[in-house]
Protein backbone atom coordinates (compact mmCIF):
# COMPACT_ATOMS: atom_id res chain seq x y z
CA UNK A 1 0.00 0.00 0.00
CA UNK A 2 3.29 2.02 0.62
CA UNK A 3 4.65 1.64 -2.80
CA UNK A 4 1.16 2.98 -4.39
CA UNK A 5 0.77 6.04 -2.49
CA UNK A 6 4.13 6.44 -3.34
CA UNK A 7 3.52 6.21 -7.00
CA UNK A 8 0.58 8.26 -6.52
CA UNK A 9 3.16 10.87 -4.82
CA UNK A 10 5.24 10.93 -7.41
CA UNK A 11 2.25 10.98 -10.30
CA UNK A 12 0.91 14.30 -8.95
CA UNK A 13 4.63 15.61 -8.26
CA UNK A 14 5.44 15.24 -11.91
CA UNK A 15 1.51 16.33 -12.82
CA UNK A 16 1.94 20.01 -11.24
CA UNK A 17 5.29 20.60 -12.43
CA UNK A 18 4.51 20.49 -15.68
CA UNK A 19 0.86 22.27 -15.66
CA UNK A 20 -0.13 25.52 -16.25
CA UNK A 21 -3.42 26.11 -14.67
CA UNK A 22 -5.68 23.43 -12.99
CA UNK A 23 -9.47 22.70 -13.27
CA UNK A 24 -11.80 20.37 -11.48
CA UNK A 25 -13.71 17.53 -13.74
CA UNK A 26 -15.56 14.53 -12.37
CA UNK A 27 -17.15 11.67 -14.46
CA UNK A 28 -20.42 9.49 -13.46
CA UNK A 29 -21.51 6.37 -15.59
CA UNK A 30 -22.06 2.98 -15.63
CA UNK A 31 -21.49 0.12 -18.39
CA UNK A 32 -21.14 -3.98 -18.82
CA UNK A 33 -18.08 -5.86 -16.87
CA UNK A 34 -17.19 -9.08 -18.28
CA UNK A 35 -15.23 -11.62 -15.90
CA UNK A 36 -12.28 -12.86 -17.92
CA UNK A 37 -10.73 -15.29 -15.70
CA UNK A 38 -6.94 -15.97 -14.93
CA UNK A 39 -4.59 -16.26 -17.34
CA UNK A 40 -4.60 -19.90 -18.32
CA UNK A 41 -6.68 -20.89 -15.96
CA UNK A 42 -10.27 -23.40 -15.89
CA UNK A 43 -12.30 -20.59 -16.68
CA UNK A 44 -10.96 -18.28 -19.32
CA UNK A 45 -12.56 -17.95 -22.27
CA UNK A 46 -11.72 -15.60 -25.09
CA UNK A 47 -15.35 -16.50 -26.48
CA UNK A 48 -18.14 -14.21 -24.91
CA UNK A 49 -20.81 -15.69 -22.73
CA UNK A 50 -23.72 -14.21 -21.04
CA UNK A 51 -23.04 -15.71 -18.06
CA UNK A 52 -20.24 -13.43 -17.31
CA UNK A 53 -21.71 -10.02 -17.91
CA UNK A 54 -22.54 -8.05 -15.15
CA UNK A 55 -23.23 -4.42 -14.56
CA UNK A 56 -21.43 -1.46 -13.03
CA UNK A 57 -21.05 2.33 -12.11
CA UNK A 58 -18.00 3.67 -12.72
CA UNK A 59 -17.28 7.62 -10.97
CA UNK A 60 -14.02 10.15 -10.92
CA UNK A 61 -12.70 13.14 -9.37
CA UNK A 62 -9.86 15.05 -10.71
CA UNK A 63 -8.00 17.82 -11.55
CA UNK A 64 -7.42 18.47 -15.05
CA UNK A 65 -4.26 20.65 -15.92
CA UNK A 66 -3.90 22.85 -18.73
CA UNK A 67 -0.40 24.17 -20.66
CA UNK A 68 0.63 27.59 -21.69
CA UNK A 69 -1.83 27.84 -25.06
CA UNK A 70 -4.31 26.60 -22.97
CA UNK A 71 -4.96 23.15 -24.00
CA UNK A 72 -5.78 20.10 -22.19
CA UNK A 73 -2.97 18.00 -20.76
CA UNK A 74 -3.63 15.14 -17.88
CA UNK A 75 -6.33 14.53 -15.39
CA UNK A 76 -5.16 12.88 -12.52
CA UNK A 77 -8.07 11.70 -10.32
CA UNK A 78 -9.54 9.60 -8.00
CA UNK A 79 -11.99 6.24 -9.50
CA UNK A 80 -14.13 4.37 -8.01
CA UNK A 81 -16.38 1.32 -9.32
CA UNK A 82 -19.63 -0.39 -7.70
CA UNK A 83 -21.19 -3.65 -9.05
CA UNK A 84 -22.63 -6.53 -8.78
CA UNK A 85 -21.69 -10.08 -9.90
CA UNK A 86 -23.76 -13.47 -9.80
CA UNK A 87 -23.22 -16.64 -8.22
CA UNK A 88 -21.84 -17.94 -10.91
CA UNK A 89 -18.82 -15.69 -11.28
CA UNK A 90 -18.42 -15.56 -7.80
CA UNK A 91 -17.72 -19.60 -8.01
CA UNK A 92 -14.91 -19.30 -10.80
CA UNK A 93 -13.47 -16.02 -8.52
CA UNK A 94 -13.19 -18.65 -6.01
CA UNK A 95 -12.10 -21.27 -7.74
CA UNK A 96 -9.76 -19.50 -9.85
CA UNK A 97 -8.04 -18.27 -6.88
CA UNK A 98 -7.94 -21.32 -5.28
CA UNK A 99 -10.10 -20.42 -2.07
CA UNK A 100 -12.02 -22.65 -0.22
CA UNK A 101 -15.32 -20.41 0.52
CA UNK A 102 -18.77 -21.97 -0.11
CA UNK A 103 -21.62 -19.18 -1.34
CA UNK A 104 -24.78 -18.80 0.15
CA UNK A 105 -26.84 -20.64 -3.22
CA UNK A 106 -30.12 -18.66 -2.19
CA UNK A 107 -28.44 -15.48 -3.33
CA UNK A 108 -28.00 -14.22 -6.88
CA UNK A 109 -26.05 -11.33 -6.80
CA UNK A 110 -23.05 -10.05 -4.66
CA UNK A 111 -21.06 -6.74 -4.62
CA UNK A 112 -18.09 -5.40 -5.27
CA UNK A 113 -16.48 -1.91 -5.07
CA UNK A 114 -13.48 -0.07 -5.77
CA UNK A 115 -11.28 2.49 -5.08
CA UNK A 116 -7.68 3.63 -7.23
CA UNK A 117 -6.09 6.52 -7.83
CA UNK A 118 -4.30 7.18 -11.30
CA UNK A 119 -3.63 9.46 -14.23
CA UNK A 120 -5.47 10.25 -17.70
CA UNK A 121 -2.73 10.55 -20.48
CA UNK A 122 -3.26 13.76 -22.62
CA UNK A 123 -7.46 13.47 -21.02
CA UNK A 124 -7.29 9.60 -22.96
CA UNK A 125 -5.24 6.72 -21.63
CA UNK A 126 -6.05 6.08 -18.05
CA UNK A 127 -3.46 4.39 -15.76
CA UNK A 128 -4.88 3.52 -11.90
CA UNK A 129 -4.04 1.46 -9.20
CA UNK A 130 -5.61 0.48 -5.53
CA UNK A 131 -8.05 -1.85 -3.45
CA UNK A 132 -11.32 -3.46 -3.99
CA UNK A 133 -13.67 -5.13 -2.07
CA UNK A 134 -15.20 -8.27 -2.89
CA UNK A 135 -18.81 -9.20 -0.37
CA UNK A 136 -20.61 -12.14 -0.24
CA UNK A 137 -22.42 -14.28 2.03
CA UNK A 138 -21.13 -18.23 2.74
CA UNK A 139 -23.28 -21.35 3.26
CA UNK A 140 -23.75 -20.28 7.00
CA UNK A 141 -25.15 -17.05 5.88
CA UNK A 142 -21.79 -14.72 7.36
CA UNK A 143 -20.95 -12.09 5.47
CA UNK A 144 -17.09 -12.41 3.59
CA UNK A 145 -15.28 -9.80 2.57
CA UNK A 146 -12.30 -10.56 0.39
CA UNK A 147 -9.48 -8.03 -0.24
CA UNK A 148 -7.35 -7.46 -3.25
CA UNK A 149 -5.39 -5.19 -5.44
CA UNK A 150 -6.32 -3.93 -8.28
CA UNK A 151 -5.20 -1.97 -11.53
CA UNK A 152 -6.64 -0.53 -14.43
CA UNK A 153 -5.61 0.53 -17.86
CA UNK A 154 -7.39 1.63 -20.87
CA UNK A 155 -8.88 4.34 -22.85
CA UNK A 156 -11.27 7.09 -22.37
CA UNK A 157 -12.54 8.56 -25.54
CA UNK A 158 -14.02 11.58 -25.74
CA UNK A 159 -18.00 11.81 -27.48
CA UNK A 160 -18.99 15.69 -27.07
CA UNK A 161 -19.51 15.41 -23.36
CA UNK A 162 -19.46 11.91 -23.19
CA UNK A 163 -16.80 9.77 -22.87
CA UNK A 164 -16.28 6.12 -23.84
CA UNK A 165 -14.58 4.02 -21.73
CA UNK A 166 -12.50 0.84 -22.49
CA UNK A 167 -10.92 -0.88 -19.70
CA UNK A 168 -9.12 -3.60 -18.47
CA UNK A 169 -8.81 -4.19 -14.45
CA UNK A 170 -5.98 -6.76 -13.32
CA UNK A 171 -7.29 -7.47 -9.89
CA UNK A 172 -4.10 -9.77 -7.32
CA UNK A 173 -2.97 -9.38 -4.11
CA UNK A 174 -4.36 -9.94 -0.31
CA UNK A 175 -7.03 -12.70 -0.76
CA UNK A 176 -6.30 -12.89 -4.57
CA UNK A 177 -3.50 -15.51 -5.27
CA UNK A 178 -3.71 -15.66 -8.82
CA UNK A 179 -4.09 -12.55 -11.29
CA UNK A 180 -7.68 -12.32 -12.58
CA UNK A 181 -8.57 -10.00 -15.30
CA UNK A 182 -12.18 -7.91 -16.19
CA UNK A 183 -12.37 -6.12 -19.20
CA UNK A 184 -15.52 -3.36 -19.10
CA UNK A 185 -16.90 -1.05 -21.40
CA UNK A 186 -19.20 2.07 -20.50
CA UNK A 187 -20.48 5.27 -21.31
CA UNK A 188 -19.83 8.32 -18.69
CA UNK A 189 -20.90 11.79 -18.61
CA UNK A 190 -18.02 14.29 -18.70
CA UNK A 191 -18.46 17.38 -16.10
CA UNK A 192 -15.85 20.47 -16.06
Not at 105 to 132: H, P, Q, T
Amino acid sequence: MKKIFLLLFCLFGTFNLFSQGLSPVFQIGGGMIYYYGTDGGDNDDLNFKKNRASLGADAMFGLQSFNVDGKKKNIFGVFGRLGSISNEILEMQIEDNNLSNIIDEDRKRFDFSELEGGIIFGGIFRVSAGIGWLNFYDENHKAVYLKYLCSTAGLSIPIGRLRLNIMVTAMDGKDFDELTLRPSMGLVIHFR
